[in-house]
Antibody, heavy 122, light 112 residues
């Protein structure tokens, strides 16, 4: 079955960096676009970034552009999010999620991981 | 960026009654060439990730009870729960994937 498992979260000081990972299994990872979506404590969902199945295109929310980098290693079935210059307002649970459609670029998100919590605090 | 505005922010409905949640987009999210609306609905219960309920505005996902339905086109969309069950208590989000930078609505909290 499809499984997405995030890791790499933790408590970090403002201005520091983290790399989040999302290990995928149970499907042909290289055939699906993948996303990061975050949720601040008690708040709604915020789309963060998407990477197309072959890594050829990457897009970001304005709030994270130039600070976050999405990437993937299809040989390892793993999605990444490098988060730099962290701010207090980046505190959130970070979810990875899969496109619904194989080989599609503009798709809803059908499978989600359980999320990894990033807390930015001095 | 496309802004999705959900209404109401919260809603209390009696068991067995109908619940209706609206989502208005700041731009049309109907792609003319395939006549598809690039809008989805998700349900999120406390401590859980979101669950996809409806895609393409009205296509119910496999395993989703048929009391859930989606409708609308262009800029105005609706999620309807025809007969509210206790397990439907959750926050519901709409999501547009028409643009490469997708966006979510702010969420609607549904209570009994």
């Amino acid at each position: 079955q499809v499984k997405l498992v995030e890791s790499g979260g933790g408590v970090v000081q403002p201005g520091r960096s983290l790399r989040l990972s999302c290990a995928a299994s149970g499907f042909s990872f290289s055939n699906f676009g993948m996303h990061w979506v975050r949720q601040a404590p008690g708040k709604g969902l915020e789309w963060v970034a998407v990477i197309w199945k072959d890594g050829s295109n990457k897009y970001y929310a304005d709030s994270v552009k130039a600070r976050f980098t999405i990437s993937r290693d299809n040989s390892k079935n793993t999605l990444y999010l490098q988060v730099n210059s962290l701010r207090v307002e980046d505190t959130a649970v970070y979810y990875c999620a899969r496109n619904l459609g194989e080989n599609g670029d503009y798709e809803p998100l059908d499978y989600w991981g359980q999320g990894t919590l990033v807390t930015v605090s001095s | 960026d496309i802004v999705l505005t959900q209404s109401p922010d919260s809603l209390a409905v009696s068991l067995g009654e109908r619940a209706t949640i609206n989502c208005k987009s700041s731009q049309k999210i109907l792609f003319n060439s395939n006549r598809k609306n690039y809008l989805a609905w998700y349900q999120q219960k406390p401590g859980q990730p979101p669950k996809l309920l409806i895609s393409w505005a009205s296509a119910r996902e496999s395993g989703v009870p048929d009391r859930f339905s989606g409708s609308g086109s262009g800029t105005d969309f609706t999620l309807t729960i025809s007969s509210l069950q206790a397990e439907d208590v959750a926050v519901y989000y709409c999501h547009q994937y028409y643009t490469k930078e997708s966006t979510f609505g702010q969420g609607t909290k549904l209570e009994i």
